[in-house]
Nanobody, 122 residues
Framework: VQLVESGGGLVQAGGSLRLSCSASGPIRNYDLAWFRQTPGKEREFVAVARRNGAKYYEDSVKGRFTISRDSAKNTVDLQMNSLKFEDTGLYYC??????????????????WGQGTQVTVAS
């Protein structure tokens, strides 16, 4: 499956953005995740929406970010509220078949988008 992210931009701290990831085909067979990366650092897990409806978040975004998937539209969105400077990064969408113990690992996901930049001004 091919993935395309959109929705990034520049926002002031405390503001909101909504990222969207569009898949080229049906998403019902995939777990879908958002990761982010900053220069000099490894890509890090943000959130995942599993095929069975379960959702998991990195501790630093709990209560502020919400992941949602829409099987009719073949999309997975990330609503980001109360943004902080440290949320700045290149956000990627990934698709795969995961188990809980591996959901934070990049190699768990076999398809990635090109990324969308989120910049939070302090």
């Amino acid at each position: 499956v091919q993935l395309v992210e959109s929705g990034g931009g520049l926002v002031q701290a405390g503001g909101s953005l909504r990222l969207s990831c569009s898949a080229s085909g049906p998403i019902r067979n995939y777990d879908l995740a958002w990761f982010r990366q900053t220069p000099g650092k490894e890509r890090e897990f943000v959130a995942v929406a599993r095929r069975n409806g379960a959702k998991y978040y990195e501790d630093s975004v709990k209560g502020r970010f919400t992941i949602s998937r829409d099987s009719a539209k073949n999309t997975v969105d990330l609503q980001m509220n109360s943004l902080k400077f440290e949320d700045t990064g290149l956000y990627y969408c990934g698709a795969g078949s995961i188990i809980l113990s591996t959901m934070r690992r990049i190699e768990t996901y076999h398809s990635w988008g090109q990324g969308t930049q989120v910049t939070v001004a302090s």
